[in-house]
């Protein structure tokens, strides 16, 4: 096996947690998994940092000194001296099929050996089966991840933005759709903000795919009470017990035999109410607050997704692109999320995967009451969904913003590139087992490099992201390359235009 140099003595390493080695030659990089040898069993770790050493360089004075007169190469074997040095933590000892706590530090003079692949499949948990994420950085091995390791609990992807959040979630999601019924496949539901898996519609993919467009989405009046309208819009106690009768009595006449209600036709009973005629103070705001709601156009008689298109190894995007009010999103969000996951404790859907992109958006930490109508639900599936198989992907390019309930029952992580020191901060005291050294390598991450972290893989791994099979989403494309195409666009425009005259 190849030896990648030898344990070196420091004022305080080795110890059980770390220890640094003088490299030879050849390429170790940040973030390579290596071993050594001991009684115990080979000692596993992870090279969080390489450093130059040289003991002509040691002493500032002289080294001053000497520069000054410009003698220190010329008159010194500096070159000679200059070492390559790595330092390893330390994850523990390799026994059977986990690590165990090592008690006694690695031997200074022992030789650092690369860790091999089969050693590391059996503490990373990879699942030969599992989801194909991508390569293990430095590595050849293929991270392919434990689907109830990963979505048992939830999982967030956290990252500053364009540096590849949905291109992975893509990845995720094509792994999720190839999967063999008889592994046992989920559904995918995504929640997508910018319209950036409806190219999933155009790809190999497109039988197992449902696109709804956010303008066409409804929800049936029938469907809701007093209690969910007045959560919508800001009313009084006796407006909402108002709306309440209103709301009973029409839903009581559709079930003896009528047409289910609209908002029109619960204004229109508002309206002609005589018991408020002496109370214009209750029923104009009420009037008004359900004409905010009739605005939206997002209230109908019937819902317009039913739950069966939610099924095992398919995807459900639904694209609120086409929306630019943030609380009608919300509301649809809180509406067919709650709805959902009713349906999944009654086992009438199969277990799903709600995606949320944007989820700093649905589920903020400090929304006031009225931009806060999504987060209620998706606390209640971070809290209780693993219960039921029903499993978050939060996607966040502001986790410092990001309900902490909702975030600290993620027990798996990936973070790709994130720069900004308040997010970085957040993240270090959101995520288990991240220890400074590999929080600061994120801000040096790639695109396409994404820390995987928590329960889906034993220690934190770095990863290569895999090409995705089907198209990438049309945000992706640079700037020149969209600014090109309107031009395009409008020139065609124009010339249809002109020869139409
Ligand atoms: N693993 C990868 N391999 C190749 N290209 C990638 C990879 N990851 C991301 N990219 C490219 O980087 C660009 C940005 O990726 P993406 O849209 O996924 O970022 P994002 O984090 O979702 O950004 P935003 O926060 O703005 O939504 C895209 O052009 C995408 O194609
Ligand atoms: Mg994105």
């Keep these: 096996m190849e030896a990648l140099g030898t344990i070196i003595s420091t004022p305080e390493t080795p110890n059980t947690l770390e220890f640094h080695f003088v490299i030879k030659e050849g390429k170790v990089h940040k973030g390579q998994f290596v071993q050594v040898p001991s009684s115990e069993g080979p000692v596993l770790g992870t090279i969080s940092e390489i450093y130059r050493a040289n003991r002509y360089f040691e002493r500032a004075e002289s080294v001053a000194e000497y520069s000054k007169l410009g003698i220190i190469s010329s008159n010194f074997p500096v070159s000679e001296w200059e070492y390559m040095v790595a330092r390893v933590r330390v994850h523990g000892i390799i026994s059977q099929n986990f690590l165990t706590r090592s008690s006694i530090p690695a031997k200074c003079g022992s030789e650092v050996l690369k860790a091999e692949d089969e050693q590391l499949k059996k503490f990373l948990h990879i699942d030969e089966k599992g989801l194909h994420v991508g390569t293990l950085l430095h590595h050849t091995m293929q991270i392919k991840l434990h689907l109830s390791k990963l979505f048992q609990k939830h999982l967030a992807i956290l990252a500053m933005s364009g540096s590849g959040k949905s291109y992975l979630a893509g990845v995720l999601m094509e792994e999720l759709l ?44 029938r469907h809701l009470n007093a209690s969910h309208l007045s959560s919508w819009s800001n009313m009084s106690a006796v407006a909402r017990r108002a709306l309440d009768l209103h709301l009973s009595s029409l839903k009581k006449k559709a079930k003896e035999g009528g047409e289910p209600p609209s908002l029109d036709d619960l204004i229109k009973s508002i309206q002609n109410d005589e018991t408020l005629n002496k109370k214009e103070n209750v029923r104009g705001p009420l009037l008004s607050a359900l004409g905010d709601l009739a605005y939206m156009r997002l209230i109908a008689k019937s819902d317009s997704i039913n739950s069966s298109i939610i099924s095992p190894g398919t995807l459900t995007v639904i694209d609120l692109s086409s929306i630019d009010d943030l609380r009608k999103k919300q509301m649809i969000v809180a509406y067919y999320g709650r709805k959902f996951f009713r349906q999944r404790k009654k086992g009438a859907i199969p277990p799903y995967v709600m995606l949320v992109e944007e989820a700093h958006n649905f589920c903020r930490e400090r929304a006031e009451k009225s931009m806060a109508l999504s987060k209620p639900i998706i606390e209640t599936i971070a809290r209780e969904g693993r219960k039921f198989g029903a499993s978050l992907c939060l996607i966040s390019q502001r986790p410092v913003h990001l309900s902490t309930t909702a975030l600290s029952q993620c027990n798996s992580n990936i973070i790709l590139r994130v720069t900004n020191p308040f997010d970085l901060k957040h993240i270090g005291e959101s995520c288990e087992g991240i220890d400074s050294t590999t929080l600061n390598s994120i801000t040096s991450l790639r695109v396409g490099e994404a820390l995987i972290i928590g329960e889906a893989v034993g220690v934190p791994v770095f990863v290569n992201v895999r090409k995705r099979k089907s198209k990438t989403a049309v945000r992706g494309e640079s700037l020149e390359q969209i600014a090109k195409e309107f031009e395009e666009k409008n020139k065609i425009k124009e010339d249809e235009i002109e020869a139409f005259l």
């Design 178 to 221: 190839e999967r063999d019924s008889s592994l046992g496949r989920m559904a995918i539901i995504a929640i997508d903000n910018h319209g950036e898996y409806v190219g999933f519609k155009d790809s190999a993919y497109r039988k197992q795919v449902n696109v709804l467009e956010g303008k066409k989405i409804k929800i049936g009046l």
